[in-house]
């Protein structure tokens, strides 16, 4: 079950890629159906705040008319950055699923653990490495192109 959701993530992160964005996706899902979808727009809309995972929050709150995501899961492809850790504590997701660890800004056990180095009023559980090579790759083959085509 947690591949299949987290295959669904990486058909977003690949819409973000096809868009030049950094390819990450997230998937909600409650009672094992997806609610909200999300990939990066941080390029397209020009706006730093549009990650995978807050489109991701922002549609599943207005799915749900609440912004308490109680019983909700998400599934993403890169490991949450502060900003992005916040918002799924303060949404009160029940559980974050995580493909590959971000060694440069990831706030979920790789620069600094937001959900279990701090003492907030919601604790988040976390499983990471689900479909890890798929997600590394993509972002791998993103970047190495990305490289190239500024050495042009």
């Not at 390029?43 to 995978?52: G, L, W």
């Not at 029940?94 to 790789?110: C, F, L, N, P």
Request: charged share 35%; with cysteine.
């Amino acid at each position: 079950m947690q591949e299949k959701f987290m295959k669904e993530a990486l058909k977003e992160a690949k819409k973000a890629y096809k868009k030049l964005e950094i390819p990450v996706g997230a998937v909600i899902v409650k009672d094992g159906k997806i609610i909200a979808r999300g990939h990066n727009l941080k390029e397209t809309k020009e706006d730093t705040t549009k990650h995978a995972e807050i489109i991701a929050i922002q549609k599943a709150s207005k799915k749900l008319s609440a912004w308490r995501l109680i019983d909700c899961e998400m599934y993403v492809t890169l490991e949450p950055c502060a900003m992005c850790a916040g918002a799924i504590i303060n949404s009160r997701i029940k559980k974050v699923y995580i493909g590959t660890m971000d060694e440069k800004t990831g706030a979920v056990g790789s620069v600094l653990n937001l959900f279990e180095d701090f003492t907030f009023n919601h604790k988040v559980e976390v499983e990471k490495g689900i479909l890890q090579e798929e997600c590394k790759n993509m972002l791998k083959q993103f970047f190495k192109e990305l490289r190239k085509s500024k050495n042009v």
